[in-house]
């Protein structure tokens, strides 16, 4: 009797009614496939001080989660940026406020997780992120004017090793950008902007710059604008009176 039948030594080839040439396999039968491992969440993170917060932001959001197939974006408000100014910086509750009010969609939600944390860098923010909430994959969102000068923040590169990355083309900085500091340390790991579509799928560290319409709004020249002061029209010379100037004004 062939040794690969001993495991079944209770049953005769009779009773099991199994031709002599079938081979009978040995041992327990094989376990069950396991089903897949449930999909990680994928979380576009977009951090910075909203000071205040605009439709870029929005816009920069909107096309995060279509070209990048994000299931959220999370709007991290900053406490206070080690690399701004404190003067001119709104307080933190109207930003944050501001911010909720500014993301006008279901998937984009304004945070305050780096105070809850209590992290004031961003690569430690990430860290601690990862830590308490595992089950999450992040995406770092920024313009290329922070690409420019990422190389300021500290541990910056912890950033790139730690999570995706995705730089969006912003007016007259992106080429300085892509010539970088960081652009050039990490430039084997960017992907072509074809492929954007997989980087969520993707291992750290791996980045994408994605062009398409810009916004030329930013919160510097928002700011500008709301503390200019307005000029009077000034009356012409020999006219006193300012009801018959804007006589003359209307009438032409």
Known sequence: ??????????????????????????????????PPAPRRRVIGLLGGSFNPAHDGHRHISLMALKRLGLDEVWWMVSPQNPLKPAAGMAPFAKRLAGAQAAGRHPRIKATDIETRLGSSYTAETLARLARRLPRLKFVWLMGADNLRQIDQWKDWPQIFRRVLVAVFARPTYSLRALAGKAACRFARFRMSETAAHKLARATPPRWVFLTGPQSP????????????????????????????????????
């Not at 062939?2 to 081979?23: D, G, L, N, Y």
């Not at 930013?218 to 018959?244: D, L, Y």
């Open 1 to 34: 009797m062939p040794v690969c039948i001993h495991a079944f030594t209770q049953f005769s080839r009779r009773e099991m009614s199994v031709p002599r040439w079938v081979k009978i396999p040995q041992g327990r039968p094989p376990a069950a496939a396991k």
């Open 217 to 252: 709004l930013s919160a510097t020249a928002i700011r500008a604008a709301r503390t200019a002061p307005v000029r009077k029209k000034e009356a012409p010379k020999g006219v006193t009176n300012r009801q018959s100037f804007r006589r003359k004004v209307k009438l032409g």
